[in-house]
Each structure stands twice: as structure tokens, then as C-alpha cells.
């Protein structure tokens, strides 16, 4: 496919993958509702339309990043009587299953086609198009999307039917949330003892505990140079984000009845944690709440 893109939704993400889509050599007509987004993204090559609707109007695809699902619904209101009939519309926002769902039925509903692909790499992937996007809609929806997908990104998953992209995102981070936790719990408990960071992190890198959490993000500064926890945990992996993430999960765990206590813990822990740190640290940073919160 090699028609013309809308992508609406030019923030820290929208902005970048919009470019890389440019750099493939698509044409790419860009919205946003701060002209600031809207002008930096003009800059990289995407051609302003003063509307979401204008902008859909005559695309192929419409992408949207934006940031929650109550946007999403809110702009398909908007936008879904503005396309061409069997438009394709592929959201990598992050959100809830249930809303992801809603907006492939108001899609169908409208005559349209749709996929939810939502993304994992942060910024950085989204700068270096090196994102993972995971994908829930039809094999052929998928199959179309890929080339674009592939533009923006290095892998793409079909997860399965409408919703499958955003739960495995948040199946995803709920493992991601619950390790962070562990990995901090036990430095603590290690220091707690007498045990340096960087014995434990010797034998736990290369025994049962290994995990994502301890070997790339290791949440103490030393054993790991490239973690955020060496310069003063600047993300990385927003605090803000994975309390985002943690909460669109703990909805699922209670919607579904799942016994999901730890899932449910983290969203806790991370959402008191994330109203001081907000967006400007990382996640990691949780290790050092739990220190300041033990011996009391
Ligand atoms: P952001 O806030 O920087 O960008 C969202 C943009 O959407 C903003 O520029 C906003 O003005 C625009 N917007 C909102 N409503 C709109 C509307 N109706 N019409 C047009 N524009 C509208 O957020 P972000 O960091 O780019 O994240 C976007 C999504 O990607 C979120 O769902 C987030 O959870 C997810 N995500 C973010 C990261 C990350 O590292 N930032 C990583 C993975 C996934």
C-alpha cells in the first residue's frame, strides 16, 4: 500500500513515528490540537491540516497516538463520518482493552477497517523507528499495516482478534511493573544485610533471577552504566507511564476476576509513586520510595 497517511496525535511519539513514515517516503498529513506539535512535525515533512478531518479526508490510513482511550473514542466520534469508506485505522495509542474494543466496533460500525497497535521502545524507538508494535485486529488488516508498521519499527506481532495488541501490552508491563518491584525490593533487602549491588547483581544476572528489570534497568546506580538509576533516573521509562500502564491492567485484572494480587499491588505502589515522580523519572526509581519506606 503506498497511499496517503493521516496521523493524528504529534506528541513525544506521534511526532517521530510521523517522521520516520515521511522518511519511508510516504505523504503524511499531520494533526494535532497544540500548533506547536503541529509545526515541529511540519518541519519533519508532514503536511499540516488544520482539522483531524481534513486530514483523514482523503488518507488510505489513519494513525493515531494519542494519550488515553477517552481521546480515541472522542476523536473517532469526530472522525469516522470525515474518511473514505474501508479506511484503515490503526491506533498505537496505549489504551484500555475495553476501550480498544469499543473503537473497532464504532470503526466497523462506520464502515471502516481497524487494528489496535499499540508500541513498546519509548521515544528513543520512536526517534530510531526501532519500536515493537503489538496488533489486534484482522490478519488482513494486519498484513496491510505492516509495511508502515515496519517503517516506524523493527518488529510487529499479530497478537490476534481486536484488543489482543493492547493486552498484550499490558500483560507485558504488569510483568515489567511487578519485577521492577522485586528487583528493588531485594537491593534493599541486600543492603539491608550487608550485601553490595554489585555481588548481588553478579549472581543474580546469571542465576533464577535474571530478568529485564535487573540486567538492562537495574534500578542501582554501578552494576549496569547505561541504567537511568546512573544519572539520577531521568527516563527512560516514565514513572507517569508505567502507573498509566499498571491502571489500564488493573481495570482488566478486575473486569476479568483474575487473581492477579501482585498486578494489583504494583498498580498501587506505582500510582503513589508516580504523583511525586511524574513524568521526569524513571520507573526505577521506585527502589528508592522502598528504601526511604524501610526500618521504620
Ligand atoms: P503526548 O502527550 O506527548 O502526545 C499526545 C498528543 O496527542 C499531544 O500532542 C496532544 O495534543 C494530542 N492530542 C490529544 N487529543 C487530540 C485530538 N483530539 N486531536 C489531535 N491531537 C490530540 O503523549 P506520548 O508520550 O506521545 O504518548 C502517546 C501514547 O503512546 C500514549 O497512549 C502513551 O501511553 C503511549 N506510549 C508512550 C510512550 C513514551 O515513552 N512516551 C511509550 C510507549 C507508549
Known amino acids: 500500500m503506498s497511499g496517503t497517511v493521516a496521523f493524528i496525535g504529534l506528541g513525544h511519539m506521534g511526532s517521530p513515528m510521523a517522521a520516520s513514515l515521511v522518511k519511508a517516503g510516504r505523504r503524511v498529513q499531520g494533526h494535532d490540537l497544540v500548533p506547536a506539535a503541529l509545526d ?10 488544520a482539522s483531524a478531518a481534513e486530514a483523514v ?42 476501550d480498544a474494543r469499543t473503537a473497532h466496533e464504532r470503526a466497523r460500525a462506520a464502515g471502516m477497517r481497524s487494528l489496535d497497535a499499540p508500541v513498546s521502545g519509548g521515544v528513543v524507538g520512536a526517534e530510531a523507528a526501532t ?3 503489538m496488533a489486534g485486529g484482522g490478519e488482513t488488516e494486519f498484513t496491510e499495516a ?37 528487583v528493588s525490593e531485594a537491593f534493599v533487602l541486600g543492603e539491608s544485610l550487608g550485601l553490595s549491588h554489585q555481588a548481588l547483581f553478579d549472581v543474580a544476572s546469571t542465576a533464577s533471577g535474571q530478568c529485564w528489570a535487573l540486567s538492562v534497568n537495574c534500578p542501582v546506580p554501578g552494576p549496569v552504566p ?17 502507573a498509566k ?23 498501587e505502589l506505582f500510582a503513589v509513586y508516580a504523583e ?17 519506606q524501610s526500618g521504620e
Open 40 to 49: 515541529a512535525a511540519a518541519g519533519a515533512g508532514v503536511e499540516p491540516a
Open 57 to 98: 479526508a482523503d488518507a488510505d490510513v489513519v494513525v493515531t497516538m494519542l494519550p488515553a482511550g477517552r481521546h480515541v473514542l472522542g476523536l473517532y466520534d469526530d472522525i469516522l463520518a470525515a474518511a473514505r469508506p474501508g479506511t484503515l485505522f490503526v491506533d498505537c495509542s496505549t489504551i484500555d482493552v475495553a
Open 131 to 133: 519500536l515493537t508494535f
Open 146 to 182: 505492516l509495511p508502515l508498521l515496519e517503517a516506524m519499527g523493527k518488529k510487529a506481532v499479530h497478537c490476534g482478534g481486536p484488543g489482543a495488541g493492547q493486552a498484550a501490552k499490558i500483560c507485558n508491563n504488569m510483568i515489567l511493573g511487578v519485577s521492577m518491584i522485586a
Open 226 to 242: 547505561a541504567s537511568p538509576a546512573n544519572r539520577d533516573y531521568r527516563p527512560g521509562f516514565a514513572a507517569s507511564l508505567m
Open 245 to 267: 500502564d499498571l491502571g489500564l491492567a488493573a481495570n482488566a485484572v478486575r473486569a476479568g476476576g483474575v487473581q492477579a494480587e501482585l498486578g494489583l499491588k504494583a498498580a
Open 276 to 292: 511525586r515522580a511524574g513524568a521526569t523519572e524513571d520507573f526505577s526509581g521506585i527502589v528508592r520510595t522502598i528504601r526511604d
